[in-house]
Every structure is written in structure tokens, then in C-alpha cells.
């Protein structure tokens, strides 16, 4: 059995499922989000400690700027509403990638991880105007700036992964096979799982039954 202590997710497919059931893409994105609270009490269910969920990525900024504010407002309804509950069941949310959105939504990101620091039962990191290309790149830049040696460890500090152990368990969702310029370092030796489903229909049985082929894999990380 493998230990399991890092889920990540990329939650693709909620434009098309909205279009299919709701000709609309943003119904998608809503139904995403009920999605989104199966997996995480699943995930505390199945005692992992850490889950990361792409919610944005620094190439989502092209989408039409409708489809934008509609998902960043669902954001912060759902934080409000979610957070001090969040906060009870001992679970800490970690946003990476960068905060420039409005005033308001870099308040309610920065006061609920701060609400939430001290939490340890699950960490929660939610990839926000995420790009792992972007992340890369400035963290060599730090490094040759600071006059600092470029190396694994050194790198490491510097991501915004920093303390949190690379994902053992990838999963895309949206029957697409691509990473989508999510975590290209931390990923180098996950196992990767694509689904058909899009992330709307996807479900806690989907979820258990990808942990449980997850744990029957011979991870041989170069050796034999
Ligand atoms: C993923 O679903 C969610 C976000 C990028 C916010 P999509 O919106 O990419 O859904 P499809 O791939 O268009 O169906
Ligand atoms: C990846 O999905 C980003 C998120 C799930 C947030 P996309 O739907 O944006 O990826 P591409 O553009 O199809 O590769
Ligand atoms: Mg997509």
C-alpha cells in the first residue's frame, strides 16, 4: 500500500457539463462547486493531508470577462460562507499562485488564510491565477538575484509549494490529457490518473476507487 499524503486535482470539464445541461458554462462552474465539497470531505474521509485544486491558471485570464467575474464571485460567496466551518473541521486553506484580483477578493483570500494557519487535520491549496511556469521562473530569479546556489533544495524554498510534499496522486478530470502549466516541478514523479468524467459528475466513488488503484502501484522512483 502506498502512502498517500498529497491529492492534486486539476477540476477540468465544468464549461462543457453547463453547456450540455444548462447551455450555459458558468451553470457548469456552479455545479463544480458541489463537487468540490464531496472531494474535500472525501479526502478527509481517507485521512490525506494535503489536497491542491486548480480553480484558475495564469492562461484562464483569456477567457470572455463575464465567464471571469462569474467565477471569482463564486469564489467569494463560497469562502464566505464556507470558511468559519472550514475553520471547525480543522482545515487550513493555502492559496498559491498570485493575489492581484479585486480589493475585496485578496481580503477575503489573505483573512481566511490567516483564519486558518494553525489548522492541521487538512490543507487545502487552492491554485489561484496559478501558473507553474510563472512560479519556476521566479523562484531562479530570486536566486540568482540573492546571489544564492541553484540547486534542488534551494529551488524547493522558493516554489510556492514551500513545505508541502510533492503530490503523490494527480487527477485530471474532463477526459483531457494535459497539465495545463500546473505544477511542472512538483509533479515529476506523480502518479497521474485522467478521467473521463467532467468534474460536475465526478464523484466520492470515482474519487476512492482511483485512491485505491493509486495504492497498488509500484512507485519505483528510478530504482527497480
Ligand atoms: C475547469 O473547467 C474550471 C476552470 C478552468 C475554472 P473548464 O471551464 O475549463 O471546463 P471546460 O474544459 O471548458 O469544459
Ligand atoms: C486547467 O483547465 C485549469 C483549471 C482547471 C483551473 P483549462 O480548461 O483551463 O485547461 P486548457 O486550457 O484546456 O489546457
Ligand atoms: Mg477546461
New binding site residues.
Given amino acids: 500500500m502506498n502512502p498517500l499524503k498529497h491529492v492534486a486535482i486539476?477540476?477540468?470539464?465544468?464549461?462543457?457539463?453547463?453547456?450540455k445541461h444548462k447551455n450555459s458554462?458558468n451553470a457548469?462552474?456552479k455545479a463544480?462547486l458541489k463537487t468540490v465539497e464531496k472531494i474535500i470531505k472525501e479526502t478527509i474521509k481517507n485521512r490525506i493531508k494535503f489536497l491542491t485544486l486548480?480553480?484558475?491558471?495564469t492562461e484562464?485570464w483569456k477567457?470572455p470577462k463575464k465567464?471571469i467575474n462569474f467565477?471569482f464571485n463564486l469564489l467569494e460567496n463560497f469562502l464566505k460562507s464556507r470558511i468559519n466551518e472550514f475553520h471547525k473541521e480543522n482545515i487550513k486553506l493555502k492559496i498559491i499562485g498570485v493575489k492581484n484580483f479585486s480589493k475585496k477578493l485578496n481580503k477575503i483570500l489573505i483573512s481566511s488564510e490567516k483564519k486558518t494557519l494553525k489548522n492541521d487535520k487538512l490543507q487545502i491549496n487552492l491554485a489561484l491565477n496559478y501558473g507553474s511556469k510563472f512560479e519556476l521562473l521566479n523562484a531562479f530569479k530570486y536566486l540568482n538575484k540573492n546571489k544564492k546556489r541553484i540547486n534542488e533544495n534551494n529551488l524547493k524554498k522558493y516554489l510556492q509549494t514551500k513545505n508541502i510534499p510533492d503530490p503523490d496522486l494527480l487527477i485530471r478530470t474532463?477526459n483531457?490529457h494535459r497539465l495545463s502549466n500546473f505544477l511542472l516541478w512538483q509533479l515529476a514523479y506523480s502518479e497521474i490518473f485522467f478521467e473521463k468524467k467532467?468534474?460536475p459528475d465526478f464523484n466520492e466513488k470515482d474519487y476512492n476507487k482511483i485512491i485505491k488503484k493509486f495504492s497498488n502501484i509500484k512507485r519505483n522512483f528510478g530504482k527497480v
Fill in positions: 486539476i477540476m477540468d470539464g465544468n464549461g462543457r457539463w453547463g453547456i458554462r457548469g462552474h463544480g486548480y480553480a484558475f491558471s484562464n477567457r465567464e467565477l474532463g483531457t467532467l468534474w
